[in-house]
T-cell receptor
Framework: GAGVSQSPSNKVTEKGKDVELRCDPI?????LYWYRQSLGQGLEFLIY????????KSGLPSDRFSAERTGGSVSTLTIQRTQQEDSAVYLC????????????FGPGTRLTVT | GNSVTQMEGPVTLSEEAFLTINCTYT??????LFWYVQYPGEGLQLLLK?????DKGSNKGFEATYRKETTSFHLEKGSVQVSDSAVYFC??????????????FGGGTRLMVKP
C-alpha cells in the first residue's frame, strides 16, 4: 500500500520567505510526527499529533515554526521568515497510534535557505 | 532527559567481515530501543527493535540485544555485504510525557562495505 508521502521533495527559498511543507500519512494512522535532520543537530523531534491535536509543541525550535493537521490526515509544517539555519531535511512519520507502534517515515523534504 | 550515543563513523569493512556498531542510551523511564537504517537516496526504515530488557531484535542478519544493566543496544552482523552500506541510527522511544513515543536518535553511523 501507499507509504508516507511528503511534498515538495526539494525546496529552495530565499532567507526571510515563508515555506509550507506537506505530509500525507499512511491511511488510518492516527499519530503523526515531524523530525528534522541536519548536519549540525542530527535527527531531532519537532512535533507530534494525535488526531488533529498536538499535545506537546516544545520541540519546535522557535516561534517561526508552526504545524497543523486537519481531518486527522494531512499535516502542514510552516516556517515563517526562514533563516539559513533552517536548512535541513524535514521528515514526517506516522504510526497506527501513539504507543509502541512502528513509525513509518516519508522520504523527506530537503529545504535549502539561501 | 533522554539521549542516545552511538559510535561515530564512517566504519569501513570488507565484505563478509563482522560488524559491531555501539549504542548506549540514557532514559528516565522504560524505553523501547530501535535501529533504523537509511540507504543512499532512501528514507529511514526500521531495521529491528526491542521493547524490554534482555529482548533481542533481529532482521536481515542483524541483531541487537537490549541490555538494561549496561544501557546498551549494540548492533551486530556476522557477515556484512556491500548492500549493507548505509547510515545506521540507534533510537529510543519513551512512553512517558506528551510526545506520544517520539523517537530520540543517536547521531548515526555510516557503514561502507567494500567488495
Amino acid at each position: 500500500g501507499a507509504g508516507v508521502s511528503q511534498s515538495p521533495s526539494n525546496k529552495v527559498t530565499e532567507k526571510g520567505k515563508d515555506v509550507e511543507l506537506r505530509c500525507d500519512p499512511i491511511s488510518g494512522h492516527t499519530a503523526l510526527y515531524w523530525y528534522r535532520q541536519s548536519l549540525g543537530q542530527g535527527l531531532e523531534f519537532l512535533i507530534y499529533f494525535q488526531g488533529n491535536s498536538a499535545p506537546d509543541k516544545s520541540g519546535l525550535p522557535s516561534d517561526r515554526f508552526s504545524a497543523e493537521r486537519t481531518g486527522g490526515s494531512v499535516s502542514t509544517l510552516t516556517i515563517q521568515r526562514t533563516q539559513q539555519e533552517d536548512s535541513a531535511v524535514y521528515l514526517c512519520a506516522s504510526s497506527l497510534a501513539a504507543g509502541n507502534y512502528e513509525q513509518y517515515f516519508g522520504p523527506g523534504t530537503r529545504l535549502t535557505v539561501t | 532527559g533522554n539521549s542516545v550515543t552511538q559510535m561515530e563513523g564512517p566504519v569501513t569493512l570488507s565484505e563478509e567481515a563482522f560488524l559491531t556498531i555501539n549504542c548506549t542510551y540514557t532514559a528516565t523511564g522504560y524505553p523501547s530501543l530501535f535501529w533504523y537504517v537509511q540507504y543512499p537516496g532512501e528514507g529511514l526504515q526500521l531495521l529491528l527493535k526491542a521493547t524490554k530488557a534482555d529482548d533481542k531484535g533481529s532482521n536481515k542478519g542483524f541483531e541487537a540485544t537490549y541490555r538494561k544493566e549496561t544501557t546498551s543496544f549494540h548492533l551486530e552482523k556476522g557477515s556484512v555485504q556491500v548492500s549493507d552500506s548505509a547510515v545506521y541510527f540507534c533510537a529510543l522511544s519513551d512512553p512517558g510525557g506528551n510526545a506520544g513515543n517520539m523517537l530520540t536518535f543517536g547521531g548515526g553511523t555510516r557503514l561502507m562495505v567494500k567488495p
